[in-house]
């Protein structure tokens, strides 16, 4: 059974950081792809980024250059920094098991953390 758990939500003013963990069981990180997707009320739940097992990683338009997703196989745990944070990346984050298909886009597998609320102040 694979379990995922994220921290490292809370309250912050716009243009602060956060630094959001997610410890997965298992030894699923060293093979698995890993993404980090994010959900508003009444939205659909969006991907903001992920990392291939090989360490490539890939962002959302709205967060490039803004957040940065890294991994510890060690650890088996993935991050995502969040820097310059915005009212609008206000949302619950989840951290998700998946793979990288030959097109290079994410699809994820039926694996998610319980999530981890993130609210910027304005």
């Known amino acids: 059974q694979v379990q995922l758990v994220e921290s490292g939500g809370g309250l912050v003013q716009a243009g602060g950081s956060l630094r959001l963990s997610c410890a997965a069981s298992?030894?699923?990180?060293?093979?698995?792809?890993m993404g980090w997707y994010r959900q508003t009320p009444g939205k659909q739940r969006e991907l903001v980024a992920f990392?291939?097992?090989?360490?490539?990683?890939n962002y959302a338009d709205p967060v490039k250059g803004r957040f940065t997703i890294s991994r510890d196989n060690a650890k088996n745990t993935v991050y995502l920094q969040m820097n310059s944070l915005k009212p609008e990346d206000t949302a619950v984050y989840y951290c998700?098991?998946?793979?990288?298909?030959?097109?290079?886009?994410?699809?994820?597998?039926?694996?998610w953390g319980q999530g981890t609320q993130v609210t910027v102040s304005s």
């Open positions: 298992g030894s699923i990180l060293s093979v698995n792809a």
């Open positions: 998700n098991v998946g793979r990288t298909l030959r097109s290079g886009t994410y699809s994820p597998l039926s694996y």
């Open positions: 990392i291939t097992s090989g360490g490539s990683t």
